[in-house]
């Protein structure tokens, strides 16, 4: 199958809400467009227009258009798409055509909520529009997410999004806002395991869980007796951090505490010391985890949920997410579906393929400049199909 006919089975699952009578350019069109010009960095719709422009032989090639719309046209278009459609169709794309394998290993899924920051100076936003992602960690691809006017109203969409989530046999990991018993429990009564930051809120047990991880009595611990203990060690030009997991051996002592959390069976703690430039400086965080897993693989999921949001970083670096002007709240939410994927979509090509430079931002230049680069990204993964 042609680059076209890959995209356009998938592309059918977004309804046109337009009316048919006066239908100029294909939505399918329109989508690969917005794609091509998210993949190549163009950070907002009147970039894609003008890359389209310098592209058209391109688009004229892989899709029915005769010539590019203008930023009104496409700005009314993507007004009306439905975000769950095209969030149905992109996940289809990428786990389909670039053949993510998900369930031969364990997922391990991590939560988040980002601040679309340029929406708090809208008069059309009464308050700023947040959006929670759950990204897919191995495979850096969005599985899901949720809209929501104010970061204060999280917590309850974050309990939305894992009933409509398959976390059936995954490890959700959150952050401290997150470590609620009704969270928990929800995520365990939907087959999943839990990674939570304990945090100050929960009182007695959190300064309880705290005593017993004190920097100096960790530092005198006998390994054998209370702890079973795991350590990295990093190096990156000026910068040395290591990161050392301590895992109770024995949760007796909080059998009070127990009973209200569902499904807990670790409580553990990671020690951070960062020495940059001569200065040193040490983290404690403790946790609570559903996972009966060993102090190396509970250092691993709290280590992987800073990938959502170096995510979020990577909206605001390559397309001034932050910045946005765009005031209609459903094109917000779709163009932050599509940046998404186009992120996981160059990611994934980069992973599997030799390239010179890895740097993101460096294979989006690659493929604004060169067509026959942007066409290599996208045959991969239609080849990878066949």
């Not at 300064?207 to 054998?224: P, S, T």
């Not at 400086?281 to 693989?297: H, M």
Request: glycine content about 4%; some cysteine; charged content about 30%.
């Amino acid at each position: 199958m042609s680059i076209r006919e890959n995209f356009d089975i998938y592309f059918e699952l977004v309804e046109d809400e337009r009316s048919q009578a006066h239908i100029t350019y294909r939505l399918s069109d329109i989508l690969f467009l917005i794609i091509c010009g998210m993949i190549s960095g163009c950070n907002d719709l009147e970039v894609i227009v003008e890359f389209g422009e310098e592209r058209l032989d391109f688009f004229k090639k892989h899709t029915e258009l005769e010539k590019i719309p203008c930023l009104s046209t496409l700005s009314n278009i993507i007004n009306v798409i439905n975000p769950k459609h095209l969030e149905l169709c992109l996940y289809g794309i990428f786990n389909n055509i670039f053949q993510v394998k998900i369930g031969i290993t364990e997922k391990e899924i991590t939560i988040d909520g980002k601040t679309i920051c340029s929406t708090a100076k809208m008069k059309k936003y009464e308050k700023p529009m947040h959006i929670i992602t759950a990204l897919l960690v191995d495979n850096a691809v969005s599985l899901g997410q949720k809209t929501i006017e104010s970061k204060s109203n999280e917590i309850p969409a974050v309990r939305e999004l894992i009933d409509e989530l398959d976390i059936k046999g995954a490890v959700v990991t959150m952050d401290a806002m997150h470590c609620q018993k009704e969270t928990a429990e929800k995520i365990i009564d939907n087959g999943g395991d839990y990674v939570l930051q304990l945090k100050s809120n929960q009182g007695r047990f959190y300064e309880d869980v705290y005593a017993m991880f004190d920097d100096k009595y960790m530092d005198m611990a006998d390994k054998e007796c209370e702890y079973e203990i795991y350590s990295t060690l990093e190096k990156s030009r000026d910068r040395i951090e290591k990161r050392t997991c301590y895992v109770l051996n024995e949760v007796a002592y909080f059998t009070d505490y127990i009973s209200e959390w569902k499904g807990l069976k670790k409580i553990f703690a990671v020690k951070r010391e960062i020495e940059r430039n001569g200065e040193k400086t040490v983290e404690i965080s403790c946790y609570l985890s559903s996972k009966n897993a060993s102090a190396e693989k509970l250092l691993s999921y709290t280590r992987k949920h800073w990938q959502v949001e170096s995510f979020h970083w990577l909206l605001d670096m390559n397309y001034d997410e932050d910045e946005s002007r765009v005031r209609n709240k459903n094109s917000q939410e779709c163009l932050n579906i599509i940046r998404k994927y186009a992120i996981s979509i160059l990611k994934k090509y980069i992973e599997n393929n030799p390239v010179k430079r890895k740097a993101l931002s460096a294979n989006m230049r690659k493929c604004m400049m060169n067509e026959q680069y942007l066409e290599s990204v996208l045959e991969y993964y239609c080849h990878t199909q066949m």
